[in-house]
């Protein structure tokens, strides 16, 4: 490659100017808050992390590691989610905190892209983590909380889908048992919610009628609470039944927290089915194909860094929310401009540190001998602005302090 | 070096756990606003930037630059400063907006650093750029809202060491013209503040008595306008008349802004002296050795980016500010804790909706079968909280929400 010319930055790389900058601290603001209010603390995590360990533990695929050598020859990852980086300090800064612990983050996480279209390599999750509560209240909380971040953010039509990792494991397990790559293929296709691919995959299992239809019929379990009696019909298999009864537990403590309307049960929605171990959940704004939000029930990975604790969260995919929702729209807070000549400048500065301490932004400028000398007319105090070039566009009022004419 | 143990972080990097996030985001939330309220409107950039643009032009030694390589071989860089980037974002993205641009940022930056004891290698700035305009007026706004930033940040006690570097530039080319090695060595000799390694060099000079008398002066010009005279005395180069006469100008609008009790001339004080151009500060809190805030003039960065402007800035050591200045002490909101059974859970949800609507911060938990079969003095409804062992430390109050006993 040529070398970069000046203006340019890295592809995937964005700036966030003022006005996009508002609409994001806008929305990290209102939900960092709402966080707070449902007893979620904050922390901080450093943006480098070992490969060896958060890096490894992340559900990122590893092609998608932003990855780096440090000087002694260790490889370094910018991180790519918070969930590893927080089980890592939960596993030791914070050992000693009574459980559960409820934190809070927003961040900004990398992934190593290959010039897909318009993919950002850099972006901003805003999220919590619950951890040391494996029971269906926990998982509600989350979805409950991931429902009040979304209304936070401004999003205002959206609708959870919420599914269950261990229905699907104990489902295939029972049809197509221990056949890993036919199962992984299956999973496959639900990830990628490929119907026609799943669909194929099971004609080629070459199945007796009643597993076909079994495998069949989970395209079929979407909708409301009457999912869960549907699918537990589905399975024999005890894991399948315990998943189905925990997801049943989760949506009635939903209808308790009265949000149960914003919620449908999805079994064919698998989150990264190496990760997630039990419930995993989506948010589809109505605005956007692609989800605004997720999360799920991760069990396995606090183990990795030697405190075993189940753990439930999700994250709000917040540059989405501000690229796609039109929830919050921000009005620019245009500043009043207080203009001067030497003369009255300690009254100026004066009026401007007022108007300051009173909410309002201030723009002060020292008029130039230029503009001293044109018509009294375009520079005497006035609250409309004809003296500076296109000053309606860039202040909401100019005032303008001048000694009297022939004053000088 | 051996793998790292699964709690480890790369050296230099840091948790910030919740109460230290507390007065992280409280000061940059404060020192942010004041800056609005300033006019100064935030923008945000990629953490990642070509080398050859951005990283050649930052204030940074190379040795210092945390650098990666794409997959397509081109060396990137972690920011170091902020600056540089926004000087970038000036000359594409906002190449059209009116000047001057006032704009403001609370970012990370990183140095790469050789494991130097209690070196950050990831840290916070929070500072602002003003683009566009080259008189006293520009570099004094940025040093009066340096001071408003200080208090807004919680620094009470304070002071700012405000200098020029066209002042010693002028006064050595005078005194030794065209012996750029020897300049050098008094430069770095002041910017270390090393006093006795700046005399040596003088001595070195082998000078007549008043050149040698000039450059032992320069030591004694530290003091309040005053120096200003003393400097103009003491050189009759045009470049350090001019620059003393700015500086002069600086300190009368200081003056006028009401600021000026907190500022110091210090002509001993230099900034990076391959970077800054004309005036330089460093703010130092009553606490801290070290400086909790520098800036100053640069008006060569820019043309590296295409677009020849005039540019004066600075930016808080945010980091330094949250360690080691004591002005906000933040108390930890503990939030209400509301148990309940699963008979009163709807009820208990709601309660908790509406103390976090009133700004409560609320956690919720459900009893287990355990605590339910406790002796019911120690579960009931109270204001106490003796049901949950050491909740005092953890909870503002704990409600109980549970059926009538013998109501199971």
Redesign the interface.
């Known amino acids: ?1 040529s ?8 592809t995937g ?6 006005l996009v ?2 609409k ?2 806008t929305i990290e603001r209102n939900v960092l808050k709402c966080m ?4 979620y ?10 490969y ?3 890096g490894v ?1 992340s559900s990122t695929s590893d092609r998608k590691l ?9 490889t ?1 990852v ?1 991180r790519s989610d918070l969930t590893a980086p927080i089980a ?2 939960v ?4 050992k000693d905190e ?1 459980l559960p612990l ?2 809070s983050y927003h961040a ?1 996480v ?1 992934r ?1 892209i ?1 010039e897909e279209a318009g993919r950002e ?2 972006f901003f999750q805003t999220g919590v983590e619950l951890v040391g509560d494996d ?1 269906p ?1 926990a998982d509600a ?1 989350v979805v409950a909380l991931a429902i009040a971040s979304l209304q936070a953010a401004g999003v205002s039509s959206f609708k959870i889908a919420m599914g269950h990792m261990g229905f699907l494991n104990g489902l295939l397990e029972e049809v197509i048992p221990g056949q890993t790559a036919q199962q992984a293929a299956l999973k496959e296709g639900l990830l990628g919610r490929d119907y026609v691919g799943y669909r194929q995959s099971i004609e080629e299992l070459n199945l007796e009628p009643k597993p076909k239809e079994q495998l069949e019929a989970i395209l079929r379990l979407r909708g409301g609470k009457e999912v869960c009696a549907h699918a537990a019909e589905l399975s024999s298999s005890a894991e399948a039944a315990q998943s189905i009864a925990h997801l049943c537990a989760v949506f009635e ?1 939903l209808e ?3 949000v149960s309307e914003h919620v449908l049960i999805d079994l064919t929605m698998i989150g990264d089915f190496s990760y997630y171990t039990g419930m995993t959940f989506e948010g589809y704004a109505a605005e956007l194909g692609s989800p605004v939000c997720s999360g799920g029930r991760y069990d396995n990975l606090l183990q ?3 405190r075993s604790l189940p753990a439930t969260g999700f994250a709000l995919k917040t540059n989405r929310i501000i690229d796609g929702v039109h929830g919050i729209t921000m009005e620019e ?1 245009k ?1 009043v401009l207080i203009q001067y000549d030497k003369a009255r ?2 009254e100026a ?2 009026e401007a ?1 007022r108007l ?1 301490s009173a ?8 008029l130039s001998d230029h503009e001293i000398t044109e018509p009294a007319a375009e520079v005497v105090e006035t609250s409309g602005g004809s003296s500076v ?2 000053a309606r566009d ?1 202040y909401d009022q100019v005032i303008t302090y001048q000694a009297e004419q022939g004053g000088r």
């Open positions: 490659m070398k970069p010319k000046g203006f340019e930055k890295p790389f964005r700036d966030y100017t003022p900058v508002n994001l601290r707070e209010r449902w007893g603390r904050q922390i901080i995590t450093p943006t480098i992390e070992y060896d360990t958060v533990a932003f990855k780096l050598l440090n000087n002694r020859g260790t370094l910018l890592r300090v596993s030791s800064l914070l009574p409820r934190l900004n990398f190593s290959e390599a850099e029971s209240e909380e403590v308790a927290y009265g990795q860094f030697g807070n500043p400048r300690v500065l004066a540190a300051r909410g309002q932004n201030v723009v002060t400028s020292l070039r296109s860039v």
